[in-house]
């Protein structure tokens, strides 16, 4: 069994950075697909960052120039590395992974981290 645990939210100024982990645990042979997604009280929950196995990336329109996504295959490990954030990324964050497992392919999630920009 395969579990997300994200960490590194928490209350910063607009204009700030964060940077988010997602460590995966458990058996995890390859990462198809590592994302990173986003819900704000009373909104839909939105993709925010992807990252595929061959390295290419997508992100949201609204994060593009200020968000980053990266991997740690050795780690399991996913991040996202915001900066210039504003108080619409005010948000909870969860970790989603495609992943290839010994049980087959798989999705996960993480159970989210609260990011909260404020001044």
């Known amino acids: 069994q395969v579990q997300l645990a994200e960490s590194g939210g928490g209350l910063v100024q607009p204009g700030g950075s964060l940077r988010l982990s997602c460590a995966a645990s458990?058996?995890?042979?390859?990462?198809?697909?590592m994302e990173w997604y986003r819900q704000a009280p009373g909104k839909q929950r939105e993709l925010v960052a992807a990252r595929m196995i061959d390295g290419r990336t997508n992100y949201a329109d609204s994060v593009k120039g200020r968000f980053t996504i990266s991997s740690d295959s050795a780690k399991k490990t996913v991040y996202l590395q915001m900066s210039s954030l504003k108080a619409e990324d005010t948000a909870v964050y969860y970790c989603?992974?495609?992943?290839?497992?010994?049980?087959?392919?798989?999705?996960?999630w993480g159970q989210g981290t609260q990011v909260t920009v404020s001044s």
């Open positions: 989603h992974a495609d992943v290839e497992t010994p049980k087959g392919r798989g999705n996960y």
């Open positions: 458990g058996t995890v042979w390859s990462m198809y697909r």
